[in-house]
């Protein structure tokens, strides 16, 4: 039986986001009351988190975006860009926390005492870029622990499988001259943010390290596995990576309110095992997940089950 973590802290609640947001505390708390009333609850290790040192959100965000954040959060201010990524004071301290949750489980899964992990964090992060809010998100929590993983692990080659529906905008640009790190977004196509085109496959050094599979909308399960089977699971051969991570957005679910995509429990159930496979060729059995979006409650908690059924019950 796998060696399976859930890295969760209670402060992640502290980021309130006002009434009627959809990436609320909420979404934490009737996932973490489901899994208690699930099996697997006594088979997870709950692993507590620290804030990130910003030395390492430094890895992939400048200094004066990292102090913009800070000053803006702890002046009051409620809204960060556009629109949509709303904040409150603690909400810097809360996204130290969420970094700080995913380089706890590289440490423990790279230190082989987790096989996996699962980071049960907010605010989000993928559509972070390098020095932009966006998308509910602040700092880029896949990115940072990829980074991580790389210098304080000595990790060459990391991939990052993003199945949440928006296109993980943020990790695309953070990497896209990278060839040390293989992006691989599904996401519904067209919709918000926009990008995640076919043609975007990464430039300079990093070209063909960014994989998008754009899917229509409706599309579900049967389109999902076959772009794993013919285009995923084929560049991740290829790249032969010793760490995978997944961006696990849980919103491309047919219950989901921001999108139309019909996925179910069992569609990520699925894709979780072929990722598995993956990570048992080339990585030792090495898989972080790191929580993104999931909107409607009651099918996040579901999906999130589905997903660590999955990583508890494989064996390498």
Not at 58 to 67: D, G
Not at 122 to 130: I, K, L, M, N, Y
Not at 244 to 254: E, N
Not at 288 to 297: P, R
């Amino acid at each position: 039986m796998n060696n399976v973590g859930l890295i969760y802290h209670p402060d992640y609640l502290k980021h309130d986001t006002g009434s009627n947001h959809p990436e609320r505390p909420e979404r934490l708390e009737t996932m973490l009351q489901h899994l208690l009333q699930t099996p697997i609850w006594k088979q997870l290790h709950h692993l507590q988190p620290s804030l990130a040192a910003v030395e390492w959100i430094q890895k992939v965000h400048p200094e004066y975006y990292i102090k913009m954040i800070e000053k803006r959060c702890l002046a009051g201010e409620e809204i960060l860009d556009d629109g949509d990524t709303h904040v409150c004071p603690d909400s810097y301290a809360v996204a130290l926390l969420a970094a700080g949750g995913v380089l706890h489980a590289v440490d423990q899964v790279m230190n082989n005492t987790l096989h996996s992990a699962f980071c049960a964090g907010r605010p989000p992060g993928h559509h972070a870029e390098t020095a932009k809010v966006m998308g509910f998100c602040l700092f880029n929590n896949v990115a940072i622990g990829a980074r991580y993983a790389q210098l304080n692990h000595g990790v060459d080659r990391v991939a990052i499988v993003d199945w949440d529906v928006h296109h993980g905008n943020g990790t695309q640009e953070i990497f896209y001259e990278d060839p040390s790190v293989l992006y691989v977004s599904l996401h519904q196509y067209p919709l918000w943010p926009g990008t995640g085109a076919l043609t975007e496959t990464g430039s300079g050094k990093g070209e063909g390290y960014t994989l998008n599979c754009p899917m229509k909308p409706g599309s579900g399960e049967k389109e999902y596995l076959e772009a794993f089977r013919n285009r995923i699971l084929p560049a991740l051969h290829k790249f032969q990576p010793q760490l995978l991570m997944v961006s696990a957005g849980f919103d491309a679910h047919k219950d989901d309110p921001l999108a139309n995509i019909q996925l179910t429990e069992e569609s990520f159930a699925t894709m979780t095992e072929m990722l598995m496979e993956i990570s048992a060729t080339y990585c030792g059995g090495k898989i972080i997940s790191v929580l993104e979006g999931g909107y409607n409650l009651h099918a996040l908690a579901r999906s999130v089950e589905a997903h660590l059924t999955v990583l508890i019950n494989e064996t390498i």
